[in-house]
């Protein structure tokens, strides 16, 4: 053997287990992951507002504008002397037409579009507005925003006085297919992943409403959900969804426990509408739990409603929805938040019933997706706090829908969040039920 690995070896060997285990470890598995059908693209995707044609004085200037991107002489022609620009790297405002081109000039590294969306005019002043574009076709892209103040000069001429560009531009939620899911698991190095249909989306009253049956619709999205999931059977389980204060909630329900690869149910309490003190909604949900339950599907619950939940909503909850599914795995998304963050007076009732050994919470688990996200230290504190009190063995790995990725989000509740690292590494080795 070569004599330094030998030595190597050897003063390894003495120093403590902690200090030999320099590599963060990865969570084993990923509890809360999204996956986006083109279908539930379509929905959320709000499309970008139309082009529009310009009289032929502002298209001159528009495309004499995209032309000039990085050509000082040509662009110099097209703003008035005392011109404005907003700098986005600072941001500050730009002034003088000498400043602003010089800076448009080497500004973008690629050539663009300018789309105009809206135009208007009144004697000598006018303004435009519009998107920043590249590509054609299906791979055409928004990628910013622009609106300019128009003057028109003495000579006739309109010229820019003053522009403002943003970024970035339209948003657009690409597909998210299971392959794509694998990779980034891979990336964090977890094993198992939990995928939450987004079926509950065709049935929320605060989403766009898609074209055909809502029920069939619903059926649609959970199925291509089921079908991503079952090409890596080893490795994800899909959970189901809907709004389950529909008529066609019990009965989808019953569906998907004949699905392979479904291992429980996802609610969401907000999307869906859903009013825990409202006797008829507490009822309906109270039906799906017990279904559930009858079946032996987990239920994932996003509980968190707005801005007035908190501690009625868990109480209600602890005591009239959580005794219909005794035997069934309940995890509280979001640490009984919304996520980013969570509210602490919703978890505090799941904590003080579990310190007091209530059997209602036999089967209760809390994942962590998204709850660390832009917390401040007091935030962070007192989470880790409640984490203790719930105990660290209820506690599951979640990453929600990328970005960030699983290896992101770990990476920031391991590095914000204090514990110890024996307890980051008990929370790390944590699988639910579901998942063994």
Not at 255 to 261: D, N
Not at 353 to 371: H, M, S
Not at 388 to 407: E, I, M, N, S
Request: proline letters at 7%.
């Amino acid at each position: 053997m070569n004599p330094f690995l030998v030595l190597a070896v050897a003063a390894l060997a003495t120093l403590p287990a902690a200090a030999q285990d320099q590599k963060p470890v990865a969570p084993r598995a990923d509890h809360h992951t999204h996956l986006l059908s083109p279908a539930a693209a379509k929905l959320v995707n709000e499309p970008p507002l139309p082009a529009i044609e310009l009289p032929e004085d502002l298209a001159r200037l528009l495309r004499t504008r995209e032309k000039g991107w990085n050509d000082k002489a040509a662009l110099t022609g097209l703003f008035t002397e005392d011109s404005l620009l907003l700098d986005i790297r600072e941001p500050h405002w730009i002034r003088g037409r000498d400043e602003v081109t010089t800076y448009l000039a080497g500004n973008f590294a690629r050539p663009y579009r300018m789309t105009p969306v809206a135009y208007g005019v009144e004697g000598s002043t006018g303004h435009l507005a519009g998107y920043f574009t590249r590509g054609e076709g299906d791979s055409t892209r928004h990628f910013g925003h622009f609106l300019v103040s128009l003057r028109k000069g003495p000579d006739g001429v309109w010229r820019i006085a003053a522009e403002t560009p943003t970024f970035p531009g339209h948003p657009v939620r690409e597909l998210t297919t299971a392959e794509q899911l694998i990779a980034q698991l891979d990336e964090a190095g977890i094993q198992r992943g939990a995928v939450l249909s987004a079926a509950y989306w065709f049935g929320s009253p605060f989403m766009p409403k898609a074209e055909g049956d809502e029920a069939a619709n619903v059926r649609a999205e959970n199925d291509w959900t089921v079908r991503e999931v079952a090409r890596f059977p080893t490795r994800l389980v899909a959970f189901c969804s809907f709004n389950p204060l529909k008529d066609y909630a019990l009965e989808e329900l019953d569906r998907c426990t004949k699905l392979p690869q479904v291992k429980g149910l996802k609610l969401h309490f907000a999307n869906s509408d859903v009013d825990v003190e409202n006797p008829q909604h507490l009822e309906k949900v109270r039906r799906v739990f017990a279904a559930a339950n009858e079946r032996r599907l987990a239920i994932v619950a996003h509980l968190w409603t707005g801005e007035s939940y908190g501690r009625k909503e868990a109480e209600i909850f602890l005591s009239q929805i959580l005794p219909a599914a005794p035997d069934i795995t309940v995890q509280i998304a979001h640490f009984a938040g919304g996520g980013p963050g969570y509210t602490d007076e919703a978890l505090e009732v799941f904590a003080e019933a579990i310190a007091a050994g209530d059997p209602r919470t036999k089967n209760l688990y809390f994942d962590v997706a998204t709850v660390a996200d832009g917390q401040s230290d007091e935030v962070l504190q007192t989470f880790a706090q409640r984490i203790r009190q719930v105990g660290l063995h209820r506690v599951l790995y979640g990453t929600d829908a990328a970005p960030p990725t699983a290896r992101q989000s770990w990476r920031n509740f391991r590095t914000t969040v204090p514990l110890s690292d024996d307890e980051l590494r008990t929370i790390a080795g944590n699988v639910a039920p579901y998942l063994r």
